[in-house]
């Protein structure tokens, strides 16, 4: 896949009125990458390339070039441009600042006054194998992402290999999913391949990212939606599926709209769609959009909406594997494991498997945020010691605050304590640790919180969210999070504690999926660490943080 | 499956001219419900009982599933939004950063807690289960447009700006 001729009939520019580019008479010698991912444009980055490019013509600058891109990684920075010829990038631009802006046409002009990126260990010590292209290509531009060898990897699989052996290939590259329970890739993909398709298999990408402080899946879809794609065909391929679905929240505009465009893009250069790359592999993707219920992130609640019913699990066995979308073979992958796929295929297993871990292997991407200096999105080889993330790629505790913990796997994850800030991350230390991978989200607490409310806020969460099909689940944490309340209300007693524990018990093991399985996690995990405080809460009636508002006893 | 479609919509407002054209193109089929109920609370800003009943019938689905689904998700409405709409975003990276804070001061000025839409019908107050601008918390959403780092202070002044 060279050349992708056809031009004329490019689908869709940015419907903006753009200024004119600067001339080009000879090879670009620097070039303006402003990240247009959902942060960066909420803070104004469509007006700052606007006024980076007027700027630059106006100083009569030739051969530089003023391109989106997806997302630059230091979300905290926003608006964020990389002039990446001159190894710099510039924070915070403010679009209606001439003097802003010109720091940005300097270095395109040849200067520099940014910060440099070469040594900055929040770029250093960061392994770019989803990322690779986030940052670097146009998200609205199928060229560029061929460019870039996208689909590459495709069009060799579909043209030269079996589908037994790209299958092998990502048995070989011990991928686990990235959707938070770590289970092999190869394996489920080999069970939907084995599976009877004769009424035809469906790949779903599931997009609903639904914990709370996670980013990484949004970005990804932002900022390298053909990868998404062609991991999702590559999939078809290799299982025998010739339709898939993406199930994305309805919370991001922006993604859905690239995923559109995407879509229309590679289907017109004959990348999705019928024959692609020429054979007779067909591949179709269709969109479908949630309507705010996390439960649906579980795959048989998702298969259910996207059958357009209320999204409600079911008991497994069957596993979509065997019976899913309209009871036929189903694959179903998160956003992220679908986007390693092509670098696995391309590059092949045994070099997958050479980053990260024995048991986990590959790379990770997290949403790191809370009361961190660098909050953004990160991609680290699995096994980096969790203090290298918070403190050298995170730069610490915004104000030199004293570090509490960290909060990973979302409502159904734990907080990490400091005296485990040496253990490295991955599937197994975080299990042990109490917690878990989870889709991605990080979120760094400092002494300001409160844990008895942390475990109070995901028990709310998890309360709220509950569909209401399974007991345990629908009762268990609505109570779980009245003992959580009546203790932050300074009326807790230790039979309440008991009652507490017993009770998050109960929860975990009798709950029908794993929404009401993961809720008391966050209680334990807070338990098994912080149980000083809740004794502080109970017995001396004080929210050590002072969060809770620990209304006096009514009696006694 | 019902066969034809022969009610009229409930009301002549031209918007169900483009709601039919996107039942009629995705196919008048059950697993279209969810895709054509956020059309029409896009085009009408929520879901009435006799719209909910204009879809049973267009994609033959009993009307019982149709409010089942229509109640089900958080981002379907049974009730008029105010004029203006915030959303305050209540994710971990938001919560951790104060966002309730943000939730009391509109309840101070304008009475109203999430769900809620205040006694002028100016303004509709939401929650978020978090919209992923983590890197912005605590943040706030007016009118679909995103604000980052809103302090309470910057409560009092964005509610300044919605009043009629």
Known sequence: MTDIADRKERPQHRARQAPPEPAITGPIEATAQVCEAAGCLSLGSEQVLDAVRAQAVARGLTNVAIKRVGCLSLCAAGPLVEVPERGQIFESIDPSSPASIDRVVDALAGGGGGRPTAGDPFFARQVRVVLVRSGRIDPEEIDDYTAHDGYEALSRAVTTRTPGEVLEEVVRSGLRGRGGAGYPTGLKWKTVAKADGAAGKYVICNADEGDPGAFMDRSILESVPQQVLEGMAIAGYAVGANHGYIYVRAEYPLAVKRLRLAIRQAEHQGLLGSSIAETSFEFHIEIRIGAGAFVCGEETALIASVEGRRGTPRPRPPFPAQSGLWGRPTLINNVETLASIPAIVGRGGDWYRSIGTEKSAGTKVFALAGRVVNTGLIEVPMGLPLRDIVFDIGGGIVGGAKFKAVQTGGPSGGCIPAADLDMPVDYESLAQAGSIMGSGGMIVMDETSCMVDVAKYFMDFCREESCGKCAPCRVGTVQLHLLLDKMTRGEGTLQDLDTLERLADMVKSTSLCGLGQGAPNPVFSTLRYFRDEYLAHIEDRVCPAGVCPMTPAATS | ?164
């Open chain 2, 1 to 164: 499956m019902t066969t034809a479609v022969t009610d009229a919509p409930p009301t002549d407002d031209k918007k169900w001219k483009m709601i039919d054209a996107r039942i009629r193109r995705r196919g008048r089929t059950p697993d279209a419900l969810i895709e054509v109920l956020h059309s029409v609370q896009e085009a009408f800003g929520f879901l009435e009982t006799d719209v909910l009943q204009y879809v049973s019938e267009a994609l033959g689905v009993p009307p019982s599933r149709v409010y089942g689904v229509a109640t089900f998700y958080s981002l379907f409405t049974l009730k008029p939004q105010g004029e203006h709409t915030v959303v305050v975003c209540t994710g971990t990276a938001c919560y951790i950063n104060q966002s309730s804070a943000l939730l009391s001061r509109i309840h101070d000025r304008l009475g109203i807690s999430p769900g809620d839409t205040s006694e002028d019908g100016s303004v509709s107050l939401l929650s978020a289960r978090c919209l992923g601008a983590c890197s912005m918390a605590p943040a706030v959403v007016v009118d679909g447009s995103v604000q980052g780092r809103v302090t309470p202070q910057g409560i009092d002044l964005l509610l300044e700006g919605l009043r009629p």
